[in-house]
């Protein structure tokens, strides 16, 4: 009789262990990877007792033949206003949120004079953004392709992101095609490249310089409807662009974004609780709070935002090993993050 109440409470663990992996890998998706932004709206539950995986497959024959997918249509562009204040909601970002909303003035006034046959200077919408990692420079970046597509200035407004690896190739005359692919998809909207200096490796068989060339040339002969933005750290991008008269010319506006302070990192997870429908405990708040002092003594390899991902991720777990010892789990305390749960995360962090 005891073997056999041991193994239905193994079985009841086992189950609510599911129920509750399931539940925390569809609000890490939910959440996405951007920390700025407002929570994403909750998703009404799903009737008891479905799921993908029961849904009924449609017998080979019966399925309507597969209909030609119709030609993708080109996204419209957003209002300036939602953007900007889509900009305001974002955590911290203060000077660099001034600098935007000066570039989007600057474009606005531009296109005026140019409306009333008023001479323009030339303008270039070529930025660098420098900073540390996790500062939220791609999230920006993103944000001014949909403001410069607002703005009637880039057809798409989509951001393509790369690095040296999506740029560069190991043969002569393979680089300047291999860049030449990422432009076209880039071209329309904003080409966004991290850790850019890293194309100025220098040596005889190192082919950077020929994926610089080859944007230099896509950004003159594209420059009506291509921006491209060049980020990475203070002061390696800044003898980056220096180094080349090319990049020199293009490149005349510099973002500089500032590490987050204590109390926006904290803003941060909470926003990450926000978006998934969780809630912190008062003490587990005091937890997280000193977790982030203690972690955050050097915010390159904490990495700002990003940390207080990695540690948002590191309580779930603790949460779920804890509510997985529960024989039953209620719908309050899947959304509770307690003292417990971040302290036994700080105490697994590596």
């Not at 030609?68 to 900009?87: F, G, I, N, Q, S």
């Not at 040339?217 to 662009?241: C, P, S, T, W």
Request: glycine content about 8%; some cysteine.
């Amino acid at each position: 009789m005891a073997r056999k109440d041991e193994s239905k409470k193994d079985q009841i663990i086992l189950q609510q262990m599911e129920v509750i992996r399931s539940m925390t890998e569809h609000n890490l998706r939910r959440m996405g990877t951007d920390f700025w932004g407002t929570p994403a709206p909750a998703r009404p539950p799903e009737p008891a007792g479905t799921s993908r995986e029961e849904t009924p497959t449609v017998p080979e024959k019966q399925r309507e033949p597969e209909k030609t997918a119709a030609p993708e249509e080109k996204t419209p562009p957003e209002k300036l206003e939602d953007l900007l204040a889509e900009l305001d909601s974002y955590i911290g970002l203060e000077a660099v949120k001034r600098e935007v909303r000066s570039l989007a003035n600057l474009v606005k006034v531009h296109q005026l004079r140019r409306q009333q046959e008023l001479p323009v200077p030339a303008l270039s919408l070529h930025l660098v953004f420098s900073g540390n990692p996790g500062t939220g420079k791609t999230t920006i970046a993103r944000l001014l392709a949909r403001i410069y597509h607002s703005l009637g200035l880039l057809s798409q407004g989509q951001l393509v992101e790369v690095d040296r690896s999506g740029l560069v190739a190991g043969y002569v005359g393979q680089t300047a095609i291999k860049t030449g692919k990422v432009l076209e998809k880039a071209l329309g909207g904003v080409l966004f490249i991290d850790e850019a200096y890293a194309l100025n490796g220098g040596g005889d068989n190192d082919f950077g310089q020929e994926a610089i060339d080859t944007i230099l040339k896509a950004m003159e002969d594209h420059r009506d409807d291509l921006v491209v933005i060049a980020a990475g750290y203070d002061g390696l991008m800044e003898q980056f662009i220096h180094s080349n008269p090319g990049l020199e010319s293009r490149f005349n506006r510099f973002l500089h974004f500032d590490d987050y302070s204590l109390e926006e990192l904290l803003d941060i997870f909470r926003m990450q609780c926000k978006k998934g429908c969780y809630q912190l405990e008062p003490a587990a708040e005091e937890q997280v709070r000193s977790s982030i002092r203690a972690e955050n003594t050097d915010p390159v390899t904490f990495g700002n935002a990003r940390g207080v991902r990695n540690l948002f991720e590191r309580v779930l777990v603790c949460q779920a090993n804890r509510l997985a010892a529960l024989e039953q789990v209620s719908r309050e305390e899947l959304m509770t993050i307690t003292a417990e749960d971040v302290a036994a995360a700080r105490g697994g962090a590596s």
